[in-house]
């Protein structure tokens, strides 16, 4: 009773079926995460400065260091500050412990002057933290120095 033209099972001839794609395609994240990558690291280094002072210029290189340190900057004027915020003379030890943590004495001080700031209102931010056992104090300086060694020079007209 079977024929072979029978409307029965026939071998060899299914139907292609779709299946669902089981793999991500990564390429297209990975190219978002790069280009990520690339934006922080660009923008993190601009997030830093909080007070805007003018660097005196040196022929010093760069300090490598691994832990976060804390930063003291002086504004022209003389003025101390942690982070963004200004503080007072009576404060500094205990703002620069209270922002370094546990082990604050351990961790690297930056101070940042500006250039046209008042070297007495620097060596008394030194001295002071120094005298409260603070021992790892940077001074941070831009190092561009080729602008800064030699004079500018000068133009006068006589008649």
Request: glycine share 10%.
């Amino acid at each position: 009773m079977s024929g072979a033209g029978g409307g029965g099972h026939v071998r060899g001839r299914r139907r292609a079926r779709k299946r669902p794609l089981s793999e991500i395609n990564v390429t297209p994240l990975v190219d978002v995460m790069l280009v990520l990558l690339i934006i922080f690291m660009i923008s993190a280094p601009l997030l830093t400065v909080g007070v805007p002072v003018e660097l005196p210029k040196t022929e010093a290189s760069a300090v490598e260091t691994s832990n976060e340190p804390v930063t003291v900057s002086i504004d022209r004027d003389g003025a101390m500050f942690i982070g963004d915020g200004e503080v007072r003379w009576e404060r500094l030890i205990l703002r620069v412990s209270e922002e370094g943590g546990e082990d604050a004495r351990e961790k690297p001080i930056f101070i940042r002057a500006d250039g046209r700031a008042p070297y007495q209102a620097v060596a008394r931010v030194m001295a002071r933290l120094s005298a409260a056992g603070f021992t790892k104090l940077n001074l941070i300086t831009d190092t561009a120095a080729g602008d800064a060694a030699a004079p500018a020079p000068s133009t006068s007209e006589e008649g």
